[in-house]
């Protein structure tokens, strides 16, 4: 017969670790602790074949426990982590890795360093290619460490530079931090994935030794290769390095499009608008009035002067020029249903009128253009803005009366 | 120790042949005086050596030398027996009768104190000889198949674990068990000879406390073993240094569960019928066991009025629960149910409360309400019983009790310094295991705050313990139940006229198990509250004295004596 509430090692277990969750959720570190005491005797049986077995469980809820525990010393924490490493091979790099990543949470730099490299060399039959990611991620986080080295030296070099020092050891290890660095990096970015700081990193010591081509070639990879994972900052990492090498124009639209097209809210945006807004080529322009539109229905950027002020710019241009108006037509279709109250509430006229004058101005322009200068917007501001004698006020007020036949147009 | 001179040629110098007999080694004659395990303390120098035809040698190089699993069972034994003595148990117990209990089943299993000891066939298994022929044993059980036959109370996973890497070591080198006869004693099929497990050493030391009735209930004695006052887990770390154990012994000695009541029960009745005892010593209403005084205790420890005991005392007289024929233990009568006298009296209260309360969540309160009242014009003697005030003090201390024990079950400890290793090859594996835990322990244990010393509870009779000096009213001895009674016809009657059974029909108990299915939903939670209560102190399931209850109201109820019970299967919500 099946006694079901028999109280047998693991039941007696699953409870005690379940104390220990509750304690942890609830940070008594005391507490526990106390219950991982009596936890820890799983380990000697643990053959299980469960997702987290005991040695897994003890490792992660220790270090949980130990990092946020009053008492606990860093020392103590590395013997507890050298112990961890001994209990499963098959967790082995995993150990290595993030007990490598508290060391740098501590600024323990060299520590870290010196675990990764024993970590690196470590060899262990076929686990060795069971656990080639994390041995991977080692690796490429050495690389970074010697990154850091290096960018140490660097600075190390150009302060004695400036002082007249020649510092041959200096720059010996420096080159020497680079080629340790730039191997391992280079190996990492190959494999699909977001390596962000580890691409950046690169780049600067490619660029630093000239290669420049060699840097545009891995950003190319990082932000064209299909089968890396979308990543708006690889664009963005692109076009900083084009427009750092005075790259053509056709370049660093193209690197931004795209940009436009994954992040249409991202803050380069901007520039974006601003690069194609001056252009001669009408698709340019047509692309540049879109993107700053875009811009617009994200909420972060309802208050921001600048963004406002390009839109005002180009619809402006386009209202003077009386050609092209269809394309604030297309553009104000899909908005016409909501952005009068998303961004030209009576409400809101009031607001930007007492925080931001500029942001009104910008905004009461656009308005009196999209809504014509009967809309709640316009006329609350400008006659505010004319009450208080502010000239630009004025003249804005005089524009949008000009120009209402333009708002016809464009409503019609 | 066989010390006679021998017949033939005066001299004392002994060995055992395979049947188990003495023979002289000078002259070999053979005697009928067979090998008798009598001694408690194991001694090793005992000059007695077998015939090794056949009979495998253990290796001696750990200092370890042959011992048979009954001899390792005896030595739990006499351990358990010695810490019975300490609680205050008779010595009698140790020194007569279960000594007299084991030898019976030792004689009865054949295992000593026969012609033919069991241990003779040993020889047929010997899956680990290194010299035996491969070709010429037809039938070698392999390790795998001994460990998935015998019941196994750890993880079986981790076992097979063990012994398919132990399998994986060549044959010759692997030693199955540290006993003669661990492997024969997993491997043969026991059903009709009983083989002996580790709880069963509970049930042999509770049918000893039986025979001499000695104030202890089977709840009360596993409810010391768990506590640590009586050796049980990890017992096996006492057996002498020359005891070597590993292999097949550990899943004969270490156990890894706390024994359950109804194992412990069932065994001892099986026993009791294999070892052809006679009727037990009468448990009449004298004894400690008898349901009045049972009751009594309980109703103490359940801060219930004194003056229930009344009214347990004749429900217990109603139903004929109280007399020497039924109470009294006779083994192998399969006609009477056996008596639990624990949960019967724990379940006699029950149906007590439920003749004065009705306890369907509804009319134990009004009662107390219109106790209550009455209580603000009783001025002259005690006070008058209130259910609410009852529940109220007993539900605080019930939780805050029943929360320290969850938390202790989940910290137990179940392994020892002493440690355990299948096979030689795991022993530094092991030792290498132990060494971390022990770091580790030290390590989180400084961070635990408070040191908190394992302490064992001492031991005592009593769970739970109300004293009327205490002036916060927090004690119920004393009240009295007229709050909650009429008076008809010059006698005290309850004035809940109404009943609820908890079934309106028995289960037949060899079909599932149970005579009744509890279910916590299907009943009121004031009843629910009560069984949770005497679960508690037990350490039972509420659904075990549940049955027991169903049991007591159908020969309560059987010839309808009690007027007008309304009949309410109990289904409520």
């Known amino acids: 017969s099946s006694h079901e509430h028999k109280l047998n090692f693991k039941k007696s277990k699953e409870a005690c670790l379940s104390y220990i969750q509750d304690a942890v959720l609830q940070k008594q570190w005391k507490r526990a602790a106390e219950f991982l005491t009596f936890y820890i005797e799983s380990l000697e049986k643990d053959f299980s074949t469960e997702y987290m077995g005991p040695s897994e469980i003890i490792w992660r809820i220790g270090t949980e426990i130990l990092c946020h525990h009053s008492h606990s ?92 020092f020649e510092d041959l050891s200096v720059e010996q290890e420096m080159h020497s931090c680079f080629r340790k660095a730039a191997v391992n990096l280079k190996e990492v970015i190959k494999i699909p994935g977001v390596w962000d700081l580890f691409v950046k990193c690169y780049v600067d010591l490619l660029e630093f030794y000239g290669d420049h081509n060699e840097a545009r070639q891995v950003l ?44 249409p809210s991202h803050e380069l945006m901007i520039d974006f608008n601003t690069m194609l807004q001056k252009s001669k080529k009408r698709k340019r322009r047509r692309l540049g009035l879109e993107v700053i539109f875009a811009v617009l229905d994200y909420a972060g950027w309802k208050e921001n002067v600048k963004a406002w002020s390009c839109l005002a710019r180009q619809v402006k241009q386009i209202v003077i020029s009386e050609k092209h108006l269809d394309w604030i037509k297309q553009e104000w279709n899909s908005r016409k249903d909501w952005w009068p109250a998303f961004h030209f509430s009576r409400y809101l006229a009031k607001t930007n009128w007492q925080e931001n004058e500029s942001l009104s101005y910008e905004k009461a322009l656009v308005a009196g253009i999209l809504l014509g200068k009967d809309c709640k917007y316009f006329k609350y501001v400008s006659h505010q803005g004319c009450k208080a004698q502010v000239k630009r006020f004025r003249i804005l007020k005089k524009f949008v009366n000009k120009h209402n036949p333009a708002y016809l147009r464009i409503s019609g | 120790d066989f010390n006679e001179r ?86 009698q117990m140790k020194d007569e009768i279960l000594c007299n209990f084991w030898r019976r ?81 997993l491997m043969k099929n026991q059903k009709d000879k009983l083989r002996m497990t580790m709880p069963m050493t509970l049930s042999f030391c509770y049918m000893a406390l039986l025979w ?13 073993v768990v506590e640590g006052h009586i050796p049980y887990l990890n017992v096996f770390q006492h057996f002498p240094e020359k005891m070597k154990l590993y292999g097949l012994d550990l899943k004969i000695f270490c156990v890894e569960s706390w024994p359950v009541y109804e194992e412990v029960y069932s065994k001892m009745l099986e026993l009791a019928a294999f070892l052809d005892l006679p009727r037990f010593p009468d448990i009449t209403d004298s004894c400690f066991l008898h349901p009045d ?58 149906v007590v409360l439920k003749l004065l309360f009705l306890l369907d969540d509804h009319y134990e309160w009004l009662l107390s309400d219109f106790a209550e009242e009455r209580n603000k014009n009783n001025k002259e003697g005690g006070p008058y019983f209130e259910f609410k005030k009852w529940y109220k003090v007993i539900k605080c201390s019930l ?36 060494q971390m835990v022990v770091n580790l322990q030290n390590q989180f244990g400084k961070l635990s705050g408070s040191v908190r010393p394992a302490e064992k509870p001492n031991p005592s009779s009593f769970q739970l313990r109300w004293s009327e000096e205490n002036t916060d009213g927090s004690c119920f001895h004393g009240h009295s139940l007229k709050g909650i009674l009429q008076e008809k016809c010059g006698l005290l009657t309850a004035m809940n006229p109404d009943y609820w059974l908890c079934t309106v029909k028995l289960c037949t108990e060899k079909l599932c198990g149970h005579l009744a299915h509890y279910r916590e939903v299907d009943f009121p939670q004031s009843y629910h509250f009560v069984l949770r209560l005497f679960s508690f102190l037990l350490r039972v399931e509420p659904s075990y004295i549940h049955d027991e209850v169903c049991v007591i109201e159908h020969k309560l109820f059987n010839k309808k004596l009690y007027k007008k019970p309304k009949y309410n299967t109990g289904l409520r919500k």
């Open chain 1, 73 to 164: 010393s860093m020392k103590e924490f590395n013997s507890f982590i050298e112990q961890m490493k001994t209990l499963g091979v098959k967790r082995y790099l995993k150990v290595c890795l993030e007990h490598a990543f508290h060391l740098l949470c501590n600024g323990l730099i060299d520590e870290a360093y010196h675990n990764l490299s024993l970590a690196e060399s470590w060899r262990f039959g076929e686990q060795t290619a069971i656990q080639d990611k994390e041995m991977k991620l080692i690796q490429a986080y050495r690389g970074l460490l010697d990154y850091y080295s290096w960018s140490k030296q660097k600075t190390i070099l150009l302060e004695h530079d400036q002082d007249g």
């Open chain 1, 220 to 263: 190319n990879e990082y932000a064209y290769n299909s089968k890396f994972p979308a990543n708006p900052n690889a664009h963005v990492y692109l076009y900083q390095f084009l427009k750092r090498h005075g790259e053509s124009k056709k370049s660093l639209i193209s690197a931004l499009k795209i940009l436009h097209d994954i992040v």
């Open chain 2, 6 to 91: 021998c017949a033939q040629c005066s001299e004392v110098n002994w060995g055992l042949t395979d049947g188990g007999r003495f023979y002289c080694r000078s002259c070999h004659n053979v005697t009928e005086r067979t090998r008798e395990v009598v001694n408690a303390d194991f001694v090793s120098n005992v000059r007695i050596q077998t015939i090794s035809k056949g009979l495998r040698k253990q290796e001696k190089t750990d200092g370890g030398c042959e011992w048979y699993v009954c001899e390792g069972f005896q030595l739990v034994l006499k351990k358990q027996a010695e810490a019975l003595e300490a609680l205050g148990v008779h010595p």
């Open chain 2, 105 to 185: 089943y030792l004689q009865k299993s054949k295992q000593a104190y026969c012609n033919r000891p069991a241990g003779e066939t040993v020889k047929a298994f010997s899956v680990c000889d290194s010299s035996t022929d491969v070709d010429s044993e037809p039938e070698r059980p392999s390790l795998l198949h001994l460990l998935s036959l015998s019941e196994s109370e750890g993880d079986l996973q981790t076992d097979c674990s063990f012994a398919s890497s132990t399998s994986k070591v060549s044959e010759s080198t692997s030693v199955c068990s540290g006993s003669v006869d661990g492997t024969w004693y």
């Open chain 2, 212 to 224: 001499l009735r000695e104030p202890m209930t089977l709840s009360d004695l596993l409810r010391f």
């Open chain 2, 293 to 350: 005084m049972l009751c009594m205790k309980y109703l103490m420890e359940a801060n219930l009025p004194d003056e229930l005991h009344n009214w347990t005392c004749r429900v217990v007289k109603k139903i004929c629960i109280g007399e020497v024929d039924f109470l009294t233990l006779v083994p192998g009568n399969k006609s009477t149910r056996n008596v639990k006298y624990d949960v019967l009296a724990a379940a006699v209260i029950v």
């Open chain 2, 399 to 434: 939780d805050v009790e029943q929360k320290k024990l969850d938390e202790e079950r989940a910290k137990y400890l179940w392994r020892c310094e002493k440690p355990l290793f299948y096979s030689a090859q795991k022993k530094s594996k092991v030792l290498k295991r132990r």
